[in-house]
């Protein structure tokens, strides 16, 4: 079964408590006490007619005259009702008790919290670091689809459970300070100018009193995600006056270099003080996250031979029918060129090959097949000395499987430059690879190293095809910080020949990043709502800004877009297109 506890609550005291052995609205009977703290209690409750455990959240009677306290217990309420996702705890009940308390009833989750696993183990793994903070991720993700801001996201809140199959499981809790709309579109008087959240993970735009959207929740994630990964947080203090400066004006210290560079990547990325400079949703992280922690993809022949085939009722290796065929058929040849040698004699030699052209090198012996898949999956591996050997078959008679092999065998062994040359060579003779995805991933891999950026975004440009425009794009727009590479990036991006390889999602990017009169922005957002993706949002969600035109800045830009829901509309059909990387 699963237990809740809210990770604000002290130890409890239960001997004294008078609820214990009661029953609330009839159904539940007070079990034992999981916390108390200032606003309430929560029990271990049973529900009687269905035999079931669960956590009891009773609001103190003399709360419930406290109007700002009495809001936040029922944004909890209003918040969880909303979302339905298996990363967010659920909320089965809410009501009321003849004293004058409220209760609320939620899913019992057995397992601690987040804060409590990074003080018994300090840093934990980049793994599990980065599973953690995906299934944070999707809840988010989840309740920004359902227009409510967490606000309030710290380890103590993210619960850690197991499934039957004991795999981790995350469950994210405490909504009592979210921002979400009432069903007519309204904000309540609780989120007006007033500053809430925790100190350590409070974003600036939030501690500022500014207007938040989801992206002040994936800054908390960001410094979670960095607490995760370093041990510490990232800005302490020896007040909380300290500690809040700190979150607005210093840049958090280097992750260790144990951890892997994308990851690292990420982290600063979500902690930027500027929203604009952050990922543009819950939902695009998620997608880099699942990249992260995806098995690495195989490719070429060994993928196709350590595939499956459905032989009627069964699913076998495709190896287990492909290697008897290949052992009889050869054995057939061998039979069959033994017989018709004379008797007594042994089968003549083949014959010598000519002797290439004077001047010329005689061209090395092809490998037998059997030697080249072992050869391929080696390289793949960045075995040096298979990656040597498979470079000794000349390029004109190289297939796409071993072209393949050999750009990952360099990658694998950290030569992305030599991987880029390579990729070169390989789509000058064989163009279709231009639209292969992991020449691409490969190529916006390289991206990411100083060594390498300007080359790969110039291999991108040059040699890619639609995924060499979605590789630069990625490089222009994820960049925090302006480098040579993403200045060369955004140069391409304006040429007419880069422009015509490119997807009507970027193309679409592109034009809402402009300006454009009110009309023909609408004419954008009708488009988005088929063509765009994770990519429009960022611009789009611009376009809610109501000053910025007109005398002293304070018109609105875009008025024709307040008459209805296109925008909004817009913003959630491309939302749920998570846009490529490569």
Same mark, same amino acid.
């Given at each position: 079964?699963?237990?809740?506890?809210?990770?604000?609550?002290?130890?409890?005291?239960?001997?004294?408590?008078?609820?214990?052995?009661?029953?609330?609205?009839?159904?539940?009977?007070?079990?034992?006490?999981?916390?108390?703290?200032?606003?309430?209690?929560?029990?271990?409750?049973e529900?009687?007619?269905?035999?079931?455990?669960?956590?009891?959240?009773?609001?103190?009677?003399?709360?419930?005259?406290?109007?700002?306290?009495?809001?936040?217990f029922?944004?909890?309420?209003?918040?969880?009702?909303?979302?339905?996702?298996?990363?967010?705890?659920?909320?089965?009940?809410?009501?009321?008790?003849?004293?004058?308390?409220?209760?609320?009833?939620?899913?019992?989750?057995?397992?601690?919290?987040?804060?409590?696993?990074?003080?018994?183990?300090?840093?934990?793994?980049?793994?599990?670091?980065?599973?953690?903070?995906?299934?944070?991720?999707?809840?988010?993700?989840?309740?920004?689809?359902?227009?409510?801001?967490?606000?309030?996201?710290?380890?103590?809140?993210?619960?850690?459970?197991?499934?039957?199959?004991?795999?981790?499981?995350?469950?994210?809790?405490?909504?009592?300070?979210?921002?979400?709309?009432?069903?007519?579109?309204?904000?309540?008087?609780?989120?007006?100018?007033?500053?809430?959240?925790?100190?350590? /993970?409070?974003?600036?735009?939030?501690?500022?009193?500014?207007?938040?959207?989801?992206?002040?929740?994936?800054?908390?994630?960001?410094?979670?995600?960095?607490?995760?990964?370093?041990?510490?947080?990232?800005?302490d203090?020896?007040?909380?006056?300290?500690?809040?400066?700190?979150?607005?004006t210093?840049?958090?210290a280097?992750?260790?270099?144990?951890?892997?560079?994308?990851?690292?990547?990420?982290t600063?990325?979500?902690?930027?003080?500027?929203?604009?400079?952050?990922?543009?949703?819950?939902l695009?992280?998620?997608?880099?996250?699942?990249?992260?922690?995806?098995?690495?993809?195989?490719?070429?022949?060994?993928?196709?031979?350590?595939?499956?085939?459905?032989?009627?009722?069964?699913?076998?290796?495709?190896?287990?029918?492909?290697?008897?065929?290949?052992?009889?058929?050869?054995?057939?040849?061998?039979?069959?060129?033994?017989?018709?040698?004379?008797?007594n004699?042994?089968?003549?030699?083949?014959?010598?090959?000519?002797?290439?052209?004077?001047?010329?090198?005689?061209?090395?012996?092809?490998?037998?097949?059997? @030697?080249?898949?072992?050869? $391929?999956?080696?390289?793949?591996?960045?075995?040096?000395?298979?990656?040597?050997?498979?470079?000794?078959?000349?390029?004109?008679?190289?297939?796409?499987?071993?072209?393949?092999?050999?750009?990952?065998?360099? $990658?694998?062994?950290?030569?992305?430059?030599?991987?880029?040359?390579? /990729?070169?060579?390989?789509?000058?003779?064989?163009?279709?690879l231009?639209?292969? @995805?992991?020449?691409?991933?490969?190529?916006?891999?390289?991206?990411?190293?100083?060594?390498?950026a300007?080359?790969?975004?110039?291999?991108?440009?040059?040699?890619?095809?639609?995924?060499?425009?979605?590789v630069?794009?990625?490089?222009?727009?994820?960049?925090?910080?302006?480098?040579?590479?993403?200045?060369?990036?955004e140069?391409?991006?304006?040429?007419?020949?880069?422009?015509?390889?490119?997807?009507?999602?970027?193309?679409?990017?592109?034009?809402?990043?402009?300006r454009?009169?009110?009309?023909?922005?609408?004419?954008?957002?009708?488009?988005?709502?088929?063509?765009?993706?994770?990519?429009?949002?960022?611009p $789009?969600?611009?376009?809610?800004?109501?000053?910025?035109?007109?005398?002293?800045?304070?018109?609105?830009?875009?008025?024709?877009?307040?008459?209805?829901?296109?925008?909004?509309?817009?913003i959630?059909?491309?939302?749920?297109?998570?846009?490529?990387?490569?």
């Amino acid at each position: 079964m699963n237990q809740v506890r809210d990770p604000r609550l002290s130890d409890p005291a239960a001997d004294s408590d008078p609820l214990l052995g009661t029953m609330i609205g009839e159904r539940y009977r007070l079990e034992s006490v999981l916390g108390t703290g200032g606003m309430g209690t929560v029990y271990l409750a049973e529900h009687v007619l269905m035999e079931k455990k669960v956590a009891l959240k009773v609001l103190h009677p003399t709360l419930a005259v406290v109007g700002s306290v009495m809001e936040r217990f029922q944004h909890e309420a209003v918040a969880l009702s909303r979302i339905e996702h298996p990363n967010v705890v659920t909320a089965t009940d809410f009501g009321k008790l003849p004293n004058g308390a409220y209760y609320l009833a939620l899913q019992y989750i057995e397992g601690g919290n987040l804060a409590e696993l990074i003080e018994r183990e300090g840093p934990l793994d980049a793994e599990r670091s980065a599973n953690i903070a995906l299934q944070v991720a999707r809840a988010l993700a989840a309740a920004h689809a359902e227009a409510i801001v967490h606000r309030d996201l710290k380890p103590h809140n993210v619960m850690l459970t197991r499934s039957a199959d004991n795999a981790l499981v995350v469950k994210v809790l405490d909504f009592g300070l979210a921002k979400l709309r009432s069903k007519s579109g309204d904000e309540p008087s609780i989120n007006t100018g007033s500053v809430f959240g925790t100190p350590h /993970y409070i974003s600036p735009e939030q501690l500022s009193g500014s207007r938040v959207d989801g992206r002040s929740d994936l800054y908390s994630l960001g410094v979670m995600l960095y607490e995760m990964l370093a041990g510490s947080r990232p800005f302490d203090g020896k007040d909380v006056r300290d500690i809040l400066r700190r979150q607005v004006t210093e840049t958090a210290a280097t992750l260790p270099e144990s951890v892997p560079v994308p990851l690292r990547e990420l982290t600063e990325q979500l902690m930027q003080k500027d929203p604009d400079a952050r990922p543009e949703s819950a939902l695009a992280v998620v997608g880099t996250l699942e990249k992260l922690l995806a098995p690495p993809p195989q490719h070429g022949l060994r993928a196709w031979l350590f595939g499956t085939l459905n032989v009627g009722r069964f699913v076998v290796p495709r190896w287990a029918v492909v290697m008897p065929l290949a052992t009889f058929f050869l054995l057939f040849w061998l039979g069959s060129l033994f017989s018709t040698a004379a008797p007594n004699e042994l089968p003549s030699a083949p014959p010598i090959a000519s002797a290439a052209p004077e001047g010329q090198p005689s061209p090395p012996p092809l490998p037998v097949r059997d @030697e080249r898949l072992e050869l $391929m999956a080696r390289a793949e591996f960045g075995d040096v000395a298979a990656i040597d050997q498979l470079l000794k078959v000349p390029e004109n008679a190289r297939t796409v499987e071993e072209w393949l092999a050999l750009g990952q065998g360099y $990658m694998q062994s950290k030569r992305a430059g030599l991987a880029l040359e390579l /990729y070169t060579a390989a789509i000058a003779r064989i163009p279709v690879l231009a639209e292969n @995805e992991q020449i691409a991933e490969n190529v916006r891999m390289a991206t990411k190293e100083s060594s390498t950026a300007t080359r790969a975004v110039e291999v991108a440009a040059d040699s890619l095809g639609e995924r060499g425009v979605n590789v630069l794009f990625s490089v222009w727009a994820d960049t925090a910080r302006r480098s040579p590479a993403s200045s060369l990036a955004e140069r391409y991006l304006t040429k007419d020949a880069i422009l015509k390889k490119a997807s009507p999602a970027v193309r679409l990017a592109l034009e809402l990043r402009q300006r454009h009169s009110c009309e023909d922005t609408r004419k954008l957002l009708q488009q988005a709502m088929t063509d765009g993706d994770t990519r429009s949002l960022r611009p $789009m969600a611009k376009l809610r800004a109501v000053k910025g035109c007109g005398g002293a800045s304070n018109g609105d830009c875009y008025p024709c877009l307040r008459k209805d829901t296109l925008l909004e509309d817009a913003i959630a059909a491309s939302a749920k297109r998570i846009a490529p990387k490569g």
